[in-house]
Structures are given as C-alpha cells and as structure tokens.
Antibody, heavy 118, light 106 residues
C-alpha cells in the first residue's frame, strides 16, 4: 500500500524548534518532488516548501524562509522539515505530500499537528 | 508569485443542483491546475488534475475546465457527500492554493 506517514508534531514554545518526518512506503520515493503543506486551524491550505529529486534543490514560502529547512533521505524513503524560531502563527497541521496536479499521482500524509504556544 | 482568486467563498445548494466554482490566476498557468476536495479532519483529495482530467474513482458528476487564467470546477447533480471545502491549486510556478469554497447542502 502506498502511503506517507508524518510524525514529530506536538507542543512547542515560541522560539523553539521541531523536526517533522514523513516516511514513505509503497512507491519509489526518490523519483518524486515532495512538498510540505500546512493548514492553520480553520484556515486554508498553504504551501511552505518543496524539494526536488536527486540533489534536492529546495524552495520555501516567504512565511518560513530562513527558519525552516526541508531535506530528504532517499536511502530511508523519508522527508524532513526542520522548523526553527517557531512562532504562534506556525501553529497548523503539517502535511507532507506528493502532488499530482501534473501527473495525477497524488498522495498526502495524515498530517501532524504543531502547536506553538507558551 | 502567482495569485489564485477562488470564488465564491461559500455556497449552499440543494441535492441535484449543479454548482460551479471558479479560480482565476494572476498570470497564464496553462493547464497546471488541480482541484481538491477536503472534508473535516482529512487530508485533501485530488479530484481533477491538469485542469480537466478526472481522477480514477472520482464520480463523473465532477468536471473541470479552463486554461490560461480562468478555470472552473463543476459539480453536476450535487449529492449529500459532496459537502466539503474545495480548493484549486496551481502548479505552474511553485504552488498557490485558492482560498477555498465551502459547499453546503441545503
């Protein structure tokens, strides 16, 4: 079965750090561009980061640039998001995803909640 | 950055009605647009890829059209299970989601 499973969410104090992981299975992870998308409570979807294949060129939304780092370990079929200098406005459900807008192959994890609060 | 303007923000319709949701891009995105359905507590589900390609297993009452800067999602013969929030997503240059349309059943 093809799936993405996120982990690492939880309660973090403002200014703190958190590392999210996303374990892929059932498909050839290394072949695909991967994304992190978040959704604040009661709000819409927000793209925050993308990482290319083989070499891992990455890009970030302005809202997280300089604070978040995306990475991947293709040997372990795992995507990561290192989040530093967290703010209250980073509180959201974080999804890892392989997006299928272009090729129809679309997969999302179940999401992991990150709450930034003192 | 490409902006996506989605309308309406919400709508209420009866079972059997046809509803239309529109997304306008701030620049030409060719056909690099998808439509997603999200139900409470769930990850989004891709309904339409490449502006008009219906995903396997998605009911045929869903259809997408458009290219360039104007795109439409149509739900024909609305069903109770179609109550959800719908988002467009452009994939031409990085990603931009539309603001979402909440579809309610009267």
């Amino acid at each position: 079965e093809m799936q993405l499973v996120e982990s690492g969410g939880g309660l973090v104090h403002p200014g703190g750090s958190r590392r999210l992981s996303c374990a892929a299975s059932g498909f050839t992870f290394s072949r695909y561009v991967m994304y992190w998308v978040r959704q604040a409570p009661g709000k819409g979807l927000e793209w925050i980061s993308v990482i290319r294949t083989a070499g891992g060129e990455s890009f970030y939304a302005d809202s997280v640039k300089g604070r978040f780092t995306i990475s991947r370990d293709d040997s372990k079929d795992t995507l990561f998001l290192q989040m530093n200098s967290l703010r209250a406005e980073d509180t959201a459900v974080y999804y890892c995803a392989k997006l299928g807008v272009r090729d129809g192959f679309d997969m999302w994890g179940q999401g992991t909640m990150v709450t930034v609060s003192s | 950055a490409i902006q996506m303007t989605q309308s309406p923000s919400s709508l209420s319709a009866s079972v059997g009605d046809t509803v239309t949701i529109t997304c306008r891009a701030s620049q030409d995105i060719r056909s690099f647009l998808g439509w997603y359905q999200q139900k409470p507590g769930k990850a989004p589900k891709l309904l339409i890829s490449s502006a008009s390609t219906l995903q396997t297993g998605v009911p045929s009452r869903f259809s997408g059209s458009g290219s360039g800067t104007e795109f439409t999602l149509t739900i024909g013969s609305l069903q109770p299970e179609d109550s959800a929030i719908y988002y467009c997503l452009q994939d031409f240059s990085f990603l931009t989601f539309g603001q979402g349309t909440k579809v309610e059943i009267k």
